[in-house]
């Protein structure tokens, strides 16, 4: 069962015990998986535009995958964070708290993230096989661990924890 279809079954199951917070929360997830599945098809609409006077009218039909699925989840939670943060800074610890509280039910559907501990010896094995020596190497070294450890570790941690390893 994909995110998706897990959403709406919780969605369906919130409904049933009346759950307000859930039923928002997840009803904006779903519509974040809408929207990126409209920007896939508009992207798909744009390279295959036909010529002038050529209307085939075929529809597009695109589906996300479950790693588009994913990333867009993962995009809902950074938001999520981001906005606690920003509330936090603005002395609005309520609306922070609500955030936060919507970060972690969206993460519920995420596979588990790694922890520092976890992420630490796997960074430090990465970046001695690119043979980075130092934080001059930081420009060269991030991008292959970010593809490496997409979605399984927050960009931040990864940056942080490089930063340390390289510095040491």
Avoid: C, H, W
Avoid at 8 to 13: F, I, P, S, V, W
């Amino acid at each position: 069962m994909n995110i998706q279809e897990q959403l709406q079954q919780d969605l369906k199951a919130a409904m049933r015990g009346g759950d307000r917070f859930r039923v928002g929360v997840i009803r904006m997830a779903l519509a974040a998986l809408q929207n990126a599945q409209m920007a896939l098809v508009k992207a798909e609409f744009d390279a295959s535009a036909p010529a002038e006077g050529d209307a085939s009218g075929e529809p597009i039909i695109v589906v996300l995958s479950e790693a588009a699925m994913q990333e867009t989840m993962v995009k809902e939670v950074k938001r999520r964070r981001d906005a606690a943060e920003l509330y936090l800074k603005g002395g609005r610890p309520e609306l922070a708290e609500q955030e936060q509280r919507e970060a972690e039910l969206l993460e519920t559907y995420l596979p588990r993230q790694l922890t520092a501990a976890e992420l630490r010896p796997m960074l430090a094995e990465a970046i001695a096989g690119l043979g980075a020596r130092g934080v001059a190497d930081m420009g060269k070294v991030m991008p292959s661990l970010m593809q490496q450890f997409k979605g399984r570790a927050d960009g931040r941690l990864i940056s942080q924890l490089a930063r340390e390893i390289l510095s040491s």
